[in-house]
């Protein structure tokens, strides 16, 4: 196999090249205009994900059996570039909704993924990824959600916090403890005993509709079982999480590009003392910092894609280290586009404060920057010999 | 033997015995069994699927082994 992305047969590279132009197009007209006004409310527009499966951009993991339009691992980048650059909330529910999708894909039953899939495809179905808990956060195996038998089925107890797209997702994956051991479920919204409770917009992706999920004896038959008993955390959220970090390592990429657009736009046009503020050279050390963090940080994400495009499990590392370079360039970023554009950057509305807001929290989420540090670092000790 | 090279990486100077649980001997990360399920299926060319999912078919050399004997030959 590949990884999830490119699973199934894809279009050939011109017809590719097209659907990428097209998803740019898309993205520029309807969902970068509104990035700003989302993430002041809070909320992305209702009919969002039907909009975005219309235009194929739900279905980019799903095999065209099911429905879906998947693209190749290095256009499925450069199209969350676009939508990085755009709205980095719509990137981030897009993200944990292929996640899903590639998880159902990957590990599901026939029965599960007909159930799913071509829904999913057309945006009917969203999907949300639901690991976190209050108490547990960057050391899962320690999820405390408990699934115990029952019946022919499982009641469910235990809470899920800070999961992207909760208030409006329809399919939730959900990982927790059963017979003592990681397991994933598939459990639609409405399910009985679920409780839904929407989080006050967070420092960045305000427009997540982030949401806490409880579940109090929530019963739900065996067939809603994701993968074996035990897969949960190593082959279903692992995928998930890798599948996360990709779209998540080429959002910041796009995330850089706007911020140094921005920033050059505004170099050119504010003069102070008496020329475009361009001219001065500490301006220029700036711009150049953010030249250079915007073409490592693509190098890297393409190097990833090129390495999942062929399957190889040198992806999976390379996506961290992608991840991790593209989090932290891009909070530089964002502080450099901040400071550049001075008070007007951190007006309300400026995009340059989201995009710096949106970039803090890219160095938390599929992982901290810690978390991709340790797994960086044991494959580097691992391939000199040390350990 | 290619398993065991693949290995080799993550286990350095350990001697792995072909029956050896190598999810107990404490080398692994959470990435591991990702990459190990890319590196069977790159490399021998047959596909992991749910069913296939059990531990105990990853636990060993010798149950990888049995794995990809059953999966080439159809089974
Ligand atoms: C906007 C947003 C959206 C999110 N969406 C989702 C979602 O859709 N689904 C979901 O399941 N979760 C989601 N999360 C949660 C996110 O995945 C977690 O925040 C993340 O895993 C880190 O966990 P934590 O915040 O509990 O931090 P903790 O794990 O408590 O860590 C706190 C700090 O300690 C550091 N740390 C922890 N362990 C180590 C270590 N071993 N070595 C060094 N440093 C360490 C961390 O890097 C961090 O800096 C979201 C979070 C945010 C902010």
């Known amino acids: 196999m590949a990884l999830p992305e490119a699973q199934s047969p894809v279009e050939p590279p011109e017809n590719q090249q097209q659907r990428l132009a097209r998803c740019r197009a898309l993205i520029e007209r309807e969902i970068r205009p509104r990035a700003d006004a989302c993430d002041a409310e809070g909320r992305l527009p209702d009919e969002l994900p039907v909009m975005l499966g219309r235009e194929g951009l739900c279905g980019l993991v799903v095999p065209e059996g099911q429905g879906g339009r998947p693209v190749d691992p290095i256009t499925y980048g450069l199209i969350h570039e676009q939508l990085g650059a755009a709205c980095a909330a719509t990137r981030a529910v897009l993200t944990v909704h292929d996640m899903v999708a590639a998880a159902i894909g990957r590990w599901a039953s026939p029965e599960q993924q007909a159930d799913w899939l071509p829904r999913m495809a057309r945006g009917e179905t969203l999907g949300a990824f639901a690991l976190t808990e209050p108490e547990v956060g960057s050391d899962a195996k320690a999820i405390r959600t408990e699934a115990v038998r029952s019946g022919d089925g499982f009641s469910l107890h235990g809470s899920k916090r800070w999961i992207t797209a909760g208030q409006i997702a329809h399919l939730f994956l959900v990982l927790a403890r059963c017979d003592e051991k990681p397991t994933a479920f598939l459990i639609p919204r409405g399910t009985p005993g679920l409780t839904i409770e929407p989080l006050a917009p967070p420092l960045g992706l305000r427009a997540a509709m982030l949401a806490e999920l409880h579940f109090a004896d929530c019963r739900i038959p065996a067939g809603w079982m994701l993968g074996p008993v035990g897969s949960g955390l190593n082959h279903v959220a692992a995928a998930a999480l890798d599948l996360g970090r990709y779209g998540v390592a080429w959002g910041c990429v796009g995330l850089i590009r706007a911020c140094l657009e921005a920033a050059t736009r505004r170099a050119r046009t504010r003069v102070q003392f008496d020329v475009p503020i361009r001219e001065h050279q500490l301006i220029q050390g700036l711009i150049a910092e953010m030249a250079v963090d915007l073409k490592a940080a693509r190098e890297l994400a393409m190097a990833a894609g090129r390495l999942r495009q062929s399957g190889d499990p040198d992806g999976v590392i390379a996506t961290c280290t992608a991840k991790y370079f593209a989090a932290r360039a891009a909070m530089h970023a964002g502080q450099t586009a901040v400071q550049i554009l001075g008070a007007e950057g951190c007006a309300a509305g400026s995009p340059v404060q989201r995009y710096l807001r949106d970039a803090k929290v890219m160095e938390i989420i599929e992982g901290s920057n810690q978390l991709q540090q340790v797994m960086i670092a044991t494959d580097a000790l691992q391939r000199q010999g040390r350990l | ?75």
């Open chain 2, 1 to 75: 033997m290619k398993i065991r090279d693949f290995l080799g990486r993550f286990f350095g100077d350990y001697q792995l015995r072909d029956d050896e649980d190598i999810f107990g001997v404490g080398f692994v990360n959470s990435l591991f069994a990702m990459q190990l399920v890319l590196f069977i299926e790159k490399e021998f060319g047959i596909t992991v699927g749910n069913e296939d999912l059990s531990l105990a078919n990853f636990r060993s050399i010798g149950a990888m082994a049995e794995l990809i004997e059953r999966k080439r030959s159809g089974g």
